[in-house]
């Protein structure tokens, strides 16, 4: 065998199994040997088909008459110095099906010169994703930009460029500053530097209020979600910025309706409390005056009962300064292990000894403040107690982890919720048994300390022990609040 055919063998053998398409072709366009991958790419079950036949067929005309020059000049130029040429074209499969691919023209290696190949590698699936990625981009309900590594608008959607007041052709190509506030503008270069050294997806500037800078001069308060785009010329980026102006103002009223309510609370818990002591020494010195006459039992049953609803009245009093509190979230975090954390609310709730109490713990630590959840826990556990309507009885105490919250329940086998009260319990002053003690403060309160915390409290009757079902969904994780950008 001479040593061009054995080249010639060779360069078959490399490419016969090559995972993208490849032909052989002379000058002329002829194609004189192709592979599997090529003849699937163009619906040719036998790639033996091909042979001798032109290439140019399966391209359109504009394309054909550029790869015929392109032809000209390769076969033109010295073996050693003959131009690779690649170009993305549209190729028409036998089924008609239409395909993009890129061509690439190179040489063949070795003593096998009168010959060059031609690559196809299928853009297809490339091109989906890419559709797919746009579609997406533009119609998500939020908005979404995409920078280079120099801080210039790439690409932007419609929903973005609403909440800023632009057409989306005005933003593409600027710089992303002309959307900042103008005393963010050094740092944010600094921040984005330092993003591009150690690129990841998180949110930027937690901890922190941003804001953006509407086209109409005036700042909008957003979040903003960042996160890296593959590509292989230079690094993108892409922002998740969502216009939190409404919620903003719902915070904002929220927290004056807290304050209004704990104002109120102090207020009337002083106004209050004045003519609850004025009664309460009233009585004390009624009392004293009578000295050591014999009052009738009727009468003195009647002191007590004073005493006894001036002592409610002060703890009515108390509690509501409790719940005015309970919105305020607690910042102090620590890592909780939940047997603890239930050994501690058992041990406050003072479970009597007639009642059997069953734990079931499948879940991590949590990172939470301590005080409001474990108050939370230990009202539901003393609940189930007061609200039974026995003298003994079964609560199961159970914890297991859902997405990002810790699930705490609380089952007992007492009479359960009349049906209908299930969200009436949980209202200020009323109260799930009209036969106990209490004010019908502490239901509330805990819902409205769970609240101020993230996490939700409900209550469904009959539950797994036939009574009460109360289940605490608990943040397993609170947000770092720290100097991020």
């Not at 007639?354 to 108050?375: H, K, N, S, W, Y």
């Not at 826990?377 to 009885?393: D, E, P």
């Amino acid at each position: 065998m001479t040593v061009a055919l054995q080249n010639q063998a060779d360069v078959h053998v490399a490419l016969t199994h090559a995972p993208i398409g490849a032909m052989i072709i002379d000058e002329t366009g002829v194609i004189s040997w192709a592979n599997n991958a090529v003849a699937a790419l163009l619906g040719e079950p036998d790639p033996s088909a091909l042979r001798l036949s032109l290439a140019f067929v399966w391209l359109p005309q504009d394309d054909a008459d550029i790869l015929r020059k392109m032809l000209e000049v390769f076969f033109a130029a010295p073996v050693d110095a003959r131009p690779s040429w690649t170009r993305v074209v549209s190729v028409k499969a036998l089924e008609g099906i239409q395909q993009t691919v890129e061509l690439t023209l190179t040489s063949s290696p070795g003593d096998f010169d009168k010959r060059a190949i031609l690559y196809f590698q299928s853009l297809t699936r490339q091109t989906i994703a890419e559709k797919r990625f746009t579609q997406i981009f533009e119609n998500l309900p939020l908005g979404a930009l995409v920078v280079d590594g120099r801080q210039h608008i790439v690409q932007v959607n419609s929903a973005l460029a609403g909440e800023f007041g632009y057409p989306r052709e005005e933003l593409v190509g600027q710089s992303l500053e002309v959307l900042l506030p103008p005393r963010y503008r050094e740092p944010h270069s600094e921040h984005v530097s330092g993003y591009v050294q150690a690129p990841s997806s998180r949110i930027m500037g937690t901890g922190r209020d941003l804001t953006g800078l509407h086209r109409s001069g005036q700042e909008i308060p957003v979040e903003i979600a960042l996160t890296t785009l593959e590509n292989g010329a230079q690094p993108l980026f892409m922002a998740i910025v969502s216009d939190i102006s409404s919620r903003k103002q719902g915070e904002t009223a929220l927290q004056q309706t807290n304050a209004q309510l704990e104002e109120f609370t102090y207020v009337a818990s002083h106004d209050l409390r004045s003519p609850l002591r004025g009664i309460a020494d009233l009585v004390t010195w009624i009392r004293e005056d009578l000295g050591d006459i014999e009052l009738p039992d009727d009468v003195k049953h009647n002191f007590d009962r004073i005493s006894l609803r001036i002592d409610r009245a002060e703890q009515m009093i108390d509690d509501l300064l409790d719940y005015a509190r309970a919105g305020v979230r607690e910042r102090h975090t620590e890592t909780i292990a939940p047997a603890e954390l239930v050994e501690e609310a058992l041990g406050l709730a003072l479970v009597p000894d007639g009642f059997e109490v069953e734990i079931d713990l499948q879940g991590r630590d949590i990172v939470a403040p301590r005080a409001p959840l474990a108050t939370s826990l230990r009202n539901l556990i003393g609940n189930a107690v007061k609200h039974h309507g026995g003298a003994s009885g079964r609560i199961r105490i159970a914890m297991r982890e859902e997405g990002r919250f810790s699930v705490f329940t609380v089952d007992d086998d007492g009479k359960g919720v009349t049906a209908g009260n299930e969200e009436r319990i949980f209202k200020l002053f009323h109260r799930a048994s009209p036969g106990t003690s209490g004010d019908g403060v502490g239901l509330a309160f805990t819902r409205r300390m769970i609240n101020a915390h993230g996490g939700m409290v409900t209550v469904r009757s009959p539950g797994t022990l036939g009574g009460a079902s109360f289940e605490i969904h608990w943040p397993r994780m609170v947000p770092k609040e720290n100097e991020d950008d």
